[in-house]
Every structure is written in C-alpha cells, then in structure tokens.
C-alpha cells in the first residue's frame, strides 16, 4: 500500500462518517457529533499529510504539521492551512470531553447544538478542502 492509496482510503472514511453527523444530530446526540466529527478531520488532515509525502504523527491534532509542512501544499490550499490548524486543535480538545466527560463534565448536558453546528461545518470544511488535495475514485 503506498501512501497515496492510504491517503485515499482516509478521504473515503472521511467522506462516509460525515453522512452520520446529521443523524447524530437529529438524535441530539450533540457530544457524539462532536466526537465523531474530530475522527473525521483527524482521517482528513492525516490524509492529506500522506498524499504530499509526509508520515503522520501517532497523535490526534496534526494542525501544527499541515502548516510545518505546507510548502508540499498547492498554493491554492495553502491559504486554508491555518483554519484547517485551528479546527484540528479545537477537535482535539474537545476529543476526550466529548466521549468520556468527567466526574463534573458530562457530555450529555455540556454539549449543544452550537457545539454540533459548529463541528459539522468544520468537519465539512475540512474534508472539502482534503477532496481538493487528494484525487478521487
């Protein structure tokens, strides 16, 4: 398997996840939405590292790479590197909250749609962005 085809099987994954945010949402499973949208742009971002040749970290938030590395970017989506970074780092703050809670924390009360709302279009955003870097089937 070579880093392109991997690179495309994230975007596929990507692509098929979002579909289950509108239904996360109608359910107002809002803490599921959140959730599942940082594994969305995690496969995303993560994807499109290896399409430009760059082996992603072990870690969740790999924003700081996109833009460690965005020379290997076309000029076109090097303009959104930073908002993709910034998506990433608020996802995965809200990764664990989101899933887990804590002891004062629960997912199920902290959550709301604004929270839903916002994840959708940044998960959204980002997998639009990643379709333009990595080729399609």
């Known amino acids: ?4 085809s991997l690179a495309e099987s994230y975007l596929v994954k ?9 239904v996360l949402f109608d359910e107002e499973a809002y803490s599921d939405v959140v959730r599942e949208a940082q594994e969305i742009v995690e496969l995303a971002l993560k994807g499109m590292l290896r399409k430009v040749g760059v082996e992603p970290p072990k ?3 790999v924003g700081r790479n996109l833009l460690e590395y965005q020379a290997r970017f076309e000029e076109a989506v090097r303009g959104e590197l930073p908002r993709l970074a910034e998506i ?4 995965r703050k809200e990764r664990e ?3 887990y809670g804590d002891i004062d924390f629960i997912p ?3 959550y709301g749609p604004d929270d839903a709302g916002r994840a959708i ?3 959204r955003f980002t997998v639009t962005i990643a ?5 399609g089937k």
């Open 88 to 91: 990433s780092a608020w996802l």
């Open 131 to 135: 379709e333009k870097v990595i080729p």
């Open 97 to 99: 909250f989101s899933f």
């Open 108 to 110: 199920t009360l902290e």
């Open 121 to 123: 279009a940044d998960a």
């Open 59 to 61: 870690w969740h938030d």
């Open 1 to 4: 398997m070579t880093n392109v």
């Open 14 to 22: 990507a692509q098929k996840r979002l579909k289950i945010l509108p």
